[in-house]
């Protein structure tokens, strides 16, 4: 009886310490680079206790946008347009949305028939 390999959806990611992939290791690191000037702060203050948990909590939460994906449910707006994208991908959109100042384009075909408007006879 021969083995066969079944294929899985690693999207190109190799894991670092079976936790970590690149984007979340890169993500991980952005949160807790964020998070160092608030432990300086602290710390100048001389309680560096409060600065530590700042660093852990924001490279918890970059750890979370790089890995989690949108939970999908009707009961909030977003979640129904994006349940189960990833949400550095919905972030990434929401930023260039607002850079185009909110401009949405729309195709709209025209709505009279070829022949005349309906309300002819």
Do not use: W
Not at 69 to 84: D, H, Q, Y
Request: glycine content about 12%.
């Amino acid at each position: 009886m021969a083995t066969y390999n079944l294929p899985r959806d690693v999207k190109g990611e190799g894991r670092i310490l079976f936790v970590f992939s690149t984007k979340a290791l890169i993500y991980t690191a952005i949160g807790v680079a964020v998070g160092l000037p608030f432990y300086l702060i602290f710390s100048a203050i001389g309680i560096s206790v409060v600065g530590i948990i700042a660093i852990v909590l924001l490279g918890l939460v970059g750890f979370s946008i790089a890995t989690f994906k949108m939970p999908t449910t009707n009961a909030f707006e977003i979640t129904k347009k994006t349940g189960g994208e990833n949400i550095d991908d919905v972030i990434r959109r929401g930023i260039k949305f607002k850079m185009q100042k909110n401009r949405i384009y729309v195709y709209e075909p025209d709505t009279e028939e070829k022949g005349g408007n309906k309300g002819d006879k």
